[in-house]
C-alpha cells in the first residue's frame, strides 16, 4: 500500500471499550446503533479464547482483507484511496475502518455467547468508512499532519 500523507496515531479508549463490551455482552451478530457516531467492526468465532488472543486473532484477520481482496490505490492523478460502495461490496470495510486516516480512538470488547463461544466488538472514533471519501491520502509520511508527527512512527499526534 501506499504510504499515507496524514495518519492519526491510535489511542485506547475507556468510553469506546465500555460501549463495545456492552454491545458484545448482548451476543448480536450485528451493527449496533452506533454507526453514524462511532465506527464499528465485529467478528464471532467458535474458539474459546482467551482476550488477548482474540484481540490479536481478529485484528490480524481485518487488516488482512486487504491482502486477499487486492490492494487499493488511488486513481490516476489522485493521491486519495478512496472509499466506494464498489470497494466496500468487496468486502474490506473492516480494513478500511483500521485505516481511515483521522480515526484515533479505539476501544474493543469480547462477549462470551453460547452460539459463537467469542464475539469480538471495536469501536473507533470518529467513525470512518464514509462512502466517496477517502480512506487516506497518499504521499510522504508526516507531511499533512496539521500539528505534530511522532517521526519513529510517522503518524499524527493528536
Not at 451493527?31 to 457516531?37: F, V
Not at 478512496?82 to 481511515?100: K, V
Not at 474493543?108 to 455467547?113: E, L, Q, V, Y
Request: contains cysteine; aromatic residues 12%; hydrophobic residues 30%.
Amino acid at each position: 500500500m501506499p504510504k499515507p500523507s496524514l495518519m492519526k496515531q491510535m489511542n485506547y479508549s475507556l468510553e469506546c471499550e465500555q460501549r463495545a463490551q456492552s454491545w458484545a455482552d448482548q451476543c448480536t451478530y450485528s451493527h449496533s446503533d452506533t454507526a453514524q457516531t462511532f465506527g464499528e467492526n465485529f467478528y464471532a468465532y467458535v474458539a474459546l479464547d482467551n482476550a488477548t488472543r482474540a484481540i490479536e486473532h481478529v485484528v490480524s484477520g481485518w487488516w488482512s482483507e486487504l491482502i486477499y481482496r487486492n490492494a487499493l490505490g488511488p486513481e490516476p492523478g489522485s493521491t486519495c484511496i478512496p472509499f466506494t460502495g464498489a470497494q466496500n461490496a468487496r468486502g474490506i470495510g473492516h480494513w478500511t475502518q483500521l485505516a481511515w486516516w483521522n480515526t484515533n480512538q479505539v476501544g474493543c470488547g469480547i462477549g462470551r455467547c453460547p452460539r459463537y463461544k467469542t464475539y469480538v466488538v471495536c469501536q473507533y472514533r470518529p467513525a470512518g468508512n464514509v462512502i466517496t471519501r477517502c480512506v487516506y491520502n497518499v504521499g510522504e509520511p508526516c507531511s499533512g499532519c496539521p500539528n505534530n508527527c511522532n517521526q519513529t512512527s510517522k503518524l499524527c499526534l493528536n
